[in-house]
């Protein structure tokens, strides 16, 4: 019994020692060593709060601005609503105030409490870019972006050299409160007025979605089946009017806002005849540039318009478009 226990017990050690050894070298050839992580300073703290967080347009502009803060050593925190809400975003705009941050880079929201914000941000001595959409009766420091109004007269009178004939338009939107897109459409309406051959029929919101133009096309032409041409002043408006009408096999004059990639597709198949090309990259990038001009004490102008231009169907290498005129 004795000789028994002896035998279990030098087998047990042996097992112990074998495990220990085991752990010992396991550890000295597998471990792999913590490296020290060193923290990124940046010299600032920047916001930039979308009108609509995954749209197309806003990611861009927020890629122009990440580029730039690479190169500048800034931090760049991306926040917006997931559907367009001016009520978030500006909830967004008052946590970044409270949270101390360097500086914001917001679309401009017409109503008394963006103007609030803005005074609170700029008595903090927080700098204040609009981006897109400007807002010149608050306090904000500078706006980025392009001359709306004179975009909207782009569009009218690349609409007037393309068309012949009577022509009966419908306009859809993005959002009816925004002012850019108001002064797109003033700007439309300015350049056409002098031409009775043209004529505004009616205007529908997209609420700045693909989905939006789409149901805002088709309404258009259930009310108004004899509209002849198409102006869309967002940057998803013009893929929503060339969907239903190329569904529809109608042949309507279309002009659209913005180069997204799914916009020169269809000017290059003829879906749509023209865009206004607006650069949404060089926005966010310019907007770094200017709040760290303002952080260093400097005063950059106000406006800070960034280039606009009519990009026709023709000028792709695949489609030439007709004139187009009434009934077409």
């Known amino acids: 019994m004795i000789l028994k226990r002896s035998i279990y017990f030098i087998l047990f050690m042996v097992l112990a020692i074998n495990f220990i050894l085991m ?19 940046y010299d600032y ?8 967080a995954d749209n197309p347009y806003w990611r861009l ?30 909830q967004y705009m008052d946590q970044s105030i409270a949270g101390n941050v360097d500086g914001l880079i917001i679309q401009g929201v017409k ?35 392009s001359d709306n109004y004179r975009s909207g007269m ?34 439309f309406k300015d350049a056409i007025q002098q031409h009775k051959r043209m004529k505004i029929v009616a205007t529908k919101e997209s609420k700045i979605t ?12 259930r009310e108004h089946p004899d509209l002849t041409a198409f102006y869309g002043t967002s940057a998803l408006d013009g893929t929503g009017i060339a969907q239903v009408v190329n569904q529809l096999q109608l042949n309507p004059y279309i002009i659209s806002f913005d180069i997204l990639p799914q916009t020169i597709e269809l000017l290059e198949n003829g879906s749509i005849d023209a865009t206004v090309a607006q650069y ?46 009434a009934g077409s």
Do not use: W
């Not at 693909?210 to 032409?221: E, F, I, M, N, R």
């Open 23 to 41: 752990l010992f070298f396991g550890k000295e050839t597998f471990q792999i060593k913590d490296k020290p992580v060193t923290a990124v300073k």
């Open 45 to 52: 703290h920047f916001v930039l709060i979308s009108e609509e």
């Open 61 to 90: 502009v927020e890629k122009g601005a990440r580029d730039a803060a690479k190169i500048y050593n800034v931090y760049v925190e991306y926040l917006g609503p997931n559907q367009a809400d001016n009520t978030e975003q500006l």
């Open 111 to 145: 109503n008394e409490r963006f103007d609030k914000l803005v005074n609170k941000a700029f008595e903090k001595g927080i700098p204040v870019v609009t981006v897109d959409t400007d807002a010149p009766e608050s306090e904000r420091a500078v706006y980025v972006g």
């Open 154 to 187: 782009l569009a009218g009178e690349a609409f007037i050299k393309d068309t012949q004939g009577e022509q009966l338009v419908g306009i859809v939107t993005g959002r009816f409160e925004s002012s850019s897109q108001q002064l797109r459409i003033q700007g």
């Open 210 to 221: 693909k989905s939006g133009a789409v149901q805002a096309t088709y309404d258009l032409l």
């Open 280 to 325: 949404p990259y060089q926005m966010g990038y310019k907007a770094i540039e200017m709040l760290l001009h303002l952080e260093r004490g400097e005063h950059p102008g106000e406006l800070q318009f960034t280039k606009t231009k009519i990009v026709r169907s023709e000028h792709t290498p695949s489609h030439k478009a007709p004139m187009k005129g």
